[in-house]
């Protein structure tokens, strides 16, 4: 396992190969890609609050993902849709600062502590090719549950400015559900190049993913694109598909805000068993259909990266 330097050639690892079969158009951004931007949306105005002056030079891009409520599979998107750009070639971290839950280390099989460098920095814990921290390294689940604003804040800063990242193409941040302290804390440490929002189709999670884009809308934070996770389960026996919830959801909201739609995840069981195991579907039957959904995602998630030509914001302000 290696992680790509500057000035370094990507190869895509055996596993890409079969991504990039099934996603032909799945690839890695590179600085060079990147022109002049076209908003996604009707921009809302940028306000980068002033704290935010923790500088991140050697990772591309910086992309929160975020649910209005729990439980809609924000982690299950994030953890899947990281390993879905690892597969394709790219070099990933997955930050888990969902403090409420934090259920990364879960679902990507590892419970240890980070060790620390002699130059005192973090160093991250790596699996299935993504490099990782969450607050589940460092405290028991329960005790972060409880945790505050202030202590929030600092933790999110130090695994932005303590943490020995290295050079990345994708920094995947897992925020706690709704809107809080976290999503706050973040935009005021790291200028972000956008968010993602995870959503299932029925109302009730839509009128929270409302919210969610008021948020960041507020905070000046491009969203880069709608998920609507349990779209539909199609019959392991028949083949039959079925949208369990309500159809499009996601999609019509998608229309309904101007912002783009990256597309669909089946319910499915192998995809809740995947997360249990530690073994994500996408690490684990990267030739899956289940897989292929997460795959057409990451790449149409590329696709809107390179069309906006989203500057990377790296400098301290
Ligand atoms: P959140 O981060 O939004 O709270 P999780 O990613 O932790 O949600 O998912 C909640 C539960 O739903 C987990 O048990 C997870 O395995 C399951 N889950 C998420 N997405 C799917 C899916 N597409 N099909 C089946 N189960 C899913």
């Given at each position: 396992?290696?992680?790509l330097?500057?000035?370094?050639?990507?190869?895509?690892?055996?596993?890409?190969?079969?991504?990039?079969?099934?996603?032909?158009?799945?690839?890695?951004?590179?600085?060079?890609?990147?022109?002049?931007?076209?908003?996604?949306?009707?921009?809302?105005?940028?306000?980068?609050?002033?704290?935010?002056?923790?500088?991140?030079?050697?990772?591309?891009?910086?992309?929160?993902?975020?649910?209005?409520?729990?439980g809609?599979?924000?982690?299950?998107?994030?953890?899947?849709?990281?390993?879905?750009?690892?597969?394709?070639?790219?070099?990933?971290?997955?930050?888990?600062?969902d403090?409420?839950?934090?259920?990364?280390?879960?679902?990507?099989?590892?419970?240890?502590?980070?060790?620390?460098?002699?130059?005192?920095?973090?160093?991250?814990?790596?699996?299935?090719?993504?490099?990782?921290?969450?607050?589940?390294?460092?405290?028991?689940?329960?005790?972060?549950?409880?945790w505050?604003?202030?202590?929030?804040?600092?933790?999110?800063?130090?695994?932005?400015?303590?943490?020995?990242?290295?050079?990345?193409?994708?920094?995947?941040?897992?925020?706690?559900?709704?809107?809080?302290?976290?999503?706050?804390?973040?935009?005021?440490?790291?200028?972000?190049?956008?968010?993602?929002?995870?959503?299932?189709?029925?109302?009730?999670?839509l009128?929270?993913?409302?919210?969610g884009?008021?948020?960041?809308?507020?905070?000046?934070?491009?969203?880069?694109?709608?998920?609507?996770?349990?779209?539909?389960?199609?019959?392991?026996?028949?083949?039959?598909?079925?949208?369990i919830?309500?159809?499009?959801?996601?999609?019509?909201?998608?229309?309904?805000?101007?912002?783009?739609?990256?597309?669909?995840?089946?319910?499915?069981?192998?995809?809740?068993?995947?997360?249990?195991?530690?073994?994500?579907?996408?690490?684990?039957?990267?030739?899956?259909?289940?897989?292929?959904?997460?795959?057409?995602?990451?790449?149409e998630?590329?696709?809107?990266?390179?069309?906006?030509?989203?500057?990377?914001?790296?400098?301290?302000?």
């Amino acid at each position: 396992m290696r992680f790509l330097k500057k000035g370094d050639k990507k190869t895509p690892k055996s596993a890409s190969d079969t991504a990039a079969k099934a996603h032909p158009d799945l690839k890695v951004i590179t600085g060079s890609q990147i022109s002049g931007r076209q908003p996604q949306q009707p921009a809302a105005p940028r306000q980068q609050p002033q704290q935010q002056n923790i500088t991140l030079p050697n990772i591309k891009y910086k992309i929160a993902v975020a649910s209005g409520k729990g439980g809609v599979g924000k982690s299950t998107v994030a953890t899947n849709l990281a390993i879905s750009l690892a597969n394709a070639g790219a070099a990933v971290g997955l930050m888990d600062a969902d403090a409420y839950g934090p259920s990364i280390p879960t679902m990507m099989g590892i419970q240890e502590q980070p060790k620390t460098s002699p130059e005192r920095k973090i160093i991250p814990l790596v699996r299935h090719d993504i490099k990782l921290m969450s607050i589940g390294f460092m405290v028991p689940e329960e005790q972060a549950m409880i945790w505050r604003g202030p202590m929030l804040h600092s933790a999110i800063r130090q695994f932005l400015s303590d943490v020995d990242w290295g050079e990345l193409d994708y920094l995947i941040i897992d925020l706690p559900p709704g809107t809080g302290d976290v999503a706050l804390s973040l935009t005021q440490a790291i200028p972000l190049t956008g968010a993602l929002i995870v959503t299932t189709p029925q109302d009730v999670a839509l009128a929270d993913v409302r919210r969610g884009v008021a948020m960041f809308e507020r905070l000046g934070v491009p969203i880069l694109g709608i998920i609507e996770n349990m779209s539909y389960f199609v019959c392991p026996h028949c083949n039959e598909k079925t949208e369990i919830f309500r159809a499009d959801g996601g999609k019509n909201t998608s229309e309904r805000f101007g912002v783009t739609f990256l597309g669909q995840i089946p319910l499915d069981a192998e995809v809740c068993t995947a997360g249990d195991i530690g073994v994500p579907i996408v690490a684990g039957h990267p030739e899956s259909p289940q897989s292929g959904a997460f795959g057409a995602v990451a790449a149409e998630l590329v696709t809107v990266l390179e069309e906006s030509g989203e500057e990377d914001e790296l400098t301290i302000l």
